[in-house]
């Protein structure tokens, strides 16, 4: 299990950054730096987004527009990791290791 989720973050991983070098994103002149700082402030906004399928209602309409949301959360997600150099699968594999050990109230 373990290298199915590394393979499929690493490729993921991959195309993000395939993407934000053809947006020229990457480059020193660029006007969308990417830097950790401005990657944080981009991914809370588009986890607004996302709550804002379930804004005055219990449930999402459109799974579709839904699903868009939650692909920019985890791109921007996947991109901080890996400026970051995070390995976000090792991270989520020890935050599990140390949610199972915890006890909620």
Do not use: C
Request: aromatic content about 8%; hydrophobic content about 45%; charged content about 25%.
């Amino acid at each position: 299990m373990r290298t199915n989720m590394d393979d499929s973050l690493k490729a993921l991983t991959e195309a993000m950054h395939a993407f934000v070098s053809a947006k020229g994103w990457y480059a020193a002149e660029s006007a969308k730096p990417q830097t950790p700082k401005n990657l944080a402030i981009s991914l809370v906004l588009e986890a607004s987004e996302v709550l804002e399928h379930f804004q005055w209602r219990d449930q999402h309409v459109d799974q579709v527009a839904l699903a868009s949301e939650l692909a920019d959360v985890l791109l921007y997600l996947l991109q901080i990791a890996s400026i970051s150099e995070i390995d976000l699968a090792q991270a989520v594999y020890d935050k599990l290791q140390h949610n199972y050990k915890r006890t909620w109230e």
